[in-house]
């Protein structure tokens, strides 16, 4: 059994910061992909941004560029996802995802993800 286990949303002001994290538990997660999904209501899933096992490939969305940073622990079973300059459009929820493949993939492979968080809300205010 593989677990995820979000933590660190919560009610913040725009242009406040919060800090994500994914515990990863139940087996190694040894070359997966792991990313951080956002889903608001009346919105499609997206992917925000990814990391490769190794860290040494990234990805962002768009609209997180510049605002958003994803790393690994040093010991590869959390991740996180730390968020400055938030603004109400990031209202949504964010889960923590682990996938087999690519980075590159993993945005277009939502029906193909491994493993999920159940999610932690993440409210910005105006």
């Known amino acids: 059994q593989v677990q995820l286990v979000e933590s660190g949303g919560g009610l913040v002001q725009a242009g406040a910061s919060l800090r994500l994290s994914c515990a990863a538990s139940g087996r190694a997660l040894s070359s997966y992909s792991m990313g951080w999904f956002r889903q608001a209501p009346g919105k499609e899933r997206e992917l925000v941004a990814a990391?490769?096992?190794?860290?040494?490939?990234?990805y962002y969305a768009d609209s997180v560029k510049g605002r958003f940073t994803i790393s690994r622990g040093n010991a590869g079973t959390t991740v996180f996802l730390q968020m400055n300059s938030l603004k109400p459009e990031n209202t949504a929820v964010f889960r923590c995802?682990?996938?087999?493949?690519?980075?590159?993939?993993?945005?277009?492979?939502?029906?193909?993800?491994?493993?999920w968080g159940k999610g932690t809300l993440v409210t910005v205010s105006s």
């Open positions: 995802a682990a996938f087999s493949g690519t980075v590159r993939a993993m945005g277009s492979s939502v029906n193909a993800i491994d493993y």
């Open positions: 990391i490769s096992w190794s860290g040494g490939t990234i």
